[in-house]
């Protein structure tokens, strides 16, 4: 089965109040991924990034995706195509969630990967489907970071090392 991986797509990122709103890349990010979103057949689980204001793990970067605040929020219009929906405390989708139960339970032999943050999300939560021998693809045009020379980084990592298809 496959299955599509979204990450991120929360108001810190989309909204212009958000604590780290992306601009450009966030407006051009909103039309590529409503389209796919709207016409993807298969299901699709989203996850949010969780930082808890305690938590260490984030404490150089707790300037978004705070829990109960704007930030932490799924942007209002992409919540409709959510099929799943995770909390992530880490970079992987894995750590602490229920997603790996899910793969196994669904039999997932493929992942597409789309969303934020190239670099930490997304390169993370590939290397662990790849770990599980899940074939994982990426669509560079739905896929963003704040950081660009980190987006090209994690792309390279994950087409060069884990064996990802890109798809355009």
């Not at 109040?17 to 389209?35: I, T």
């Not at 990967?113 to 670099?119: K, P, R, S, Y």
């Not at 599980?132 to 560079?140: D, F, K, L, M, P």
Request: charged share 25%; net charge negative.
């Amino acid at each position: 089965m496959e299955i599509l991986v979204v990450m991120c797509l929360q108001n810190s990122y989309f909204d212009p109040k958000g604590s780290v709103y992306m601009g450009e890349k966030a407006e051009a990010l909103k039309v590529r991924l409503e389209d796919y979103l709207s016409t993807y057949p298969n299901k699709k689980v989203f996850f949010r990034e969780k930082h808890g204001e305690a938590d260490e793990f984030f404490a150089g970067d707790k300037t978004h995706s705070v829990v109960n605040t704007h930030d932490f929020h799924i942007f209002e219009p992409f919540k409709k195509y959510a099929d799943i929906f995770y909390d992530k405390e880490r970079y992987s989708g894995f750590f602490n969630t229920g997603f790996e139960i899910y793969v196994k339970k669904e039999k997932v032999s493929s992942a597409i990967i789309v969303g934020l943050e190239t670099h930490t999300s997304v390169l993370f939560t590939a290397e662990e489907l790849r770990n599980r021998g899940v074939e994982v693809s990426i669509i560079e045009p739905l896929l963003a970071a704040r950081d660009d020379y980190m987006h090209n980084a994690a792309i390279s990592i994950m087409t060069n090392h884990l064996g990802v298809r890109v798809n355009a």
